[in-house]
């Protein structure tokens, strides 16, 4: 009898985790590296925010809350999902969890069975699959390969749906292409679900504020209304108002799953940190404007990324819509060895090669599902990515 579970044996270590923890190694043992391969904004959590954080504390609110939030931000979440979203949701449909992943883990775990199946966009988060597999249903893979934009089209939803599919997977705007949906182009996935009522949707809306050109954001539950009753839409603090370690996502969705994630989450981490929680409510209900301003900041560095990558030999790369990721495709330097002497064989050689010859951390697309590109997160300092970007172009010229 072996000492681990068999459920973690089917799952893999994050691959962005990885990489990050090589280049923090690099940078200890004295290496100058540019870590592009996290994905958090680097901006400060705002000021009114973490105001809000120390007045709860001062308050005494320091114990235990309810399982799946305070009413407060409950309310604040309904809040928002009706303003910013058109959803028609009360407190009473809207979970909390600690953070965006646990909501979706918690949702997959407490809905999932051997033998069902999740339909789940290529690329994709590296967590996604892990998850589906943990909670012993499978992963089938639907490709959305830069011919269609990094986007899911309906032939290739009806195609990757069958009797068995449980969930669909939607994230928009996506990590790693950067790809968001039109209301259109949703409208389209949302004709192909209607004729598969067996089909929950579960969509990762993290990056909601972050949609550029003056695009607007849509969510499927409000394209298409008859969807509501079997869609969990998910969204979260952690990169709209750079708090990724208050740890705090949220959703709002079918009260029988929500009941189901009660019990898990009740018998696991129980409440978010009450702490957080108060700091999200003021987050939600407090002031949004400076949210435009971040998006700006972020849509030029996007635009300065993306002109170097397509001015580096060898490198292909759409223009993303949304989120901070770039999903280049560096398929025609593959073959090729690098000034290093290193074969660059594969997606994977290409970032580590960067890595260990230029002192730049970036992720392999393979990692995502899609081989031949790499993911470069753009939610850094403009002059570490100025830096970054020349290292980049060197290294892609040195490939030959
Ligand atoms: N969903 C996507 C697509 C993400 O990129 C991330 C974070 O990288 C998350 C969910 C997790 O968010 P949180 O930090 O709130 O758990």
């Known amino acids: 009898m072996g000492l681990l579970s068999d459920a973690l ?5 994050s691959a962005t985790v990885g990489i990050t923890q090589r280049a923090r190694q690099m940078a200890q043992a004295g290496a100058d590296i540019i870590a592009l391969s996290a994905g958090e904004p680097d901006f400060d959590t705002p000021e009114h925010v973490r105001k809000a954080a120390i007045a709860a504390i001062e308050r005494g609110e320091t114990r235990y809350t309810n399982v799946d939030g305070i009413a407060e931000l409950k309310e604040a979440v309904a809040a928002k999902f009706r303003r910013d979203n058109g959803l028609d949701v009360t407190a009473q449909d809207c979970f909390v969890s600690s953070g965006g ?11 999932l069975n051997p033998g069902d199946e999740v339909v789940v966009p290529l690329p994709y988060w590296v967590s996604y699959p892990e998850i589906v597999r943990l909670a012993g249903a499978e992963p089938v893979f639907a490709e ?22 449980k969930w669909l ?7 790693p292409s950067g790809a968001a949906y039109t209301a259109d182009e949703l409208k389209g996935l949302a004709e192909v679900l209607l004729r ?5 949707i579960l969509t990762d809306d993290i990056y909601e504020v972050l949609v550029y050109d003056g695009r607007s954001f849509a969510t499927i539950a409000e394209v298409e209304p008859r969807l509501l009753a079997r869609t969990l ?4 603090v952690s990169k709209s108002h750079a708090m990724t370690g208050w740890r705090i996502g949220y959703c709002t969705g079918p009260r029988e799953i929500l009941a189901a994630m009660l019990k898990l989450q009740g018998q696991s981490t129980t409440n978010p940190t009450s702490i957080s929680q108060w700091a999200a409510v003021e987050a939600l209900n407090g002031p949004q404007a400076f949210l435009l301003e971040w998006r700006d900041v972020f849509q030029k560095r996007r635009d300065y990324v993306v002109a170097r990558l ?17 999903f280049p495709s560096c398929a025609a330097l593959l073959g090729g060895t690098s000034a290093g002497g290193r074969k660059i064989a594969t997606d994977e050689d290409f970032v580590m090669g960067l890595l260990e010859e230029n002192g730049v951390a970036l992720v392999h697309g393979t990692a995502f599902g899609l081989p031949g590109h790499f993911r470069i997160s753009y939610a850094a300092s403009d002059s ?7 290292r980049i172009e060197a290294f892609c010229a040195g490939i030959v």
């Open 9 to 13: 044996s089917r799952v893999q270590p």
């Open 384 to 390: 570490d990515l100025e830096r970054a970007m020349d």
């Open 310 to 326: 397509r001015g580096c030999k060898g490198l292909e790369c759409l223009v993303p819509e949304g989120a901070f990721y770039a």
């Open 169 to 175: 997977l939607l994230n928009t705007p996506s990590n």
């Open 233 to 236: 839409t998910m969204n979260g």
């Open 101 to 111: 992943k646990q909501i979706i883990f918690n949702a997959l775990m407490a809905t």
């Open 144 to 165: 959305a390969s830069q011919a269609t934009g990094f986007k899911l089209t309906p032939e290739t939803l009806e195609a990757a749906i069958s009797p068995r599919t």
């Open 196 to 200: 598969h009522p067996h089909v929950y």
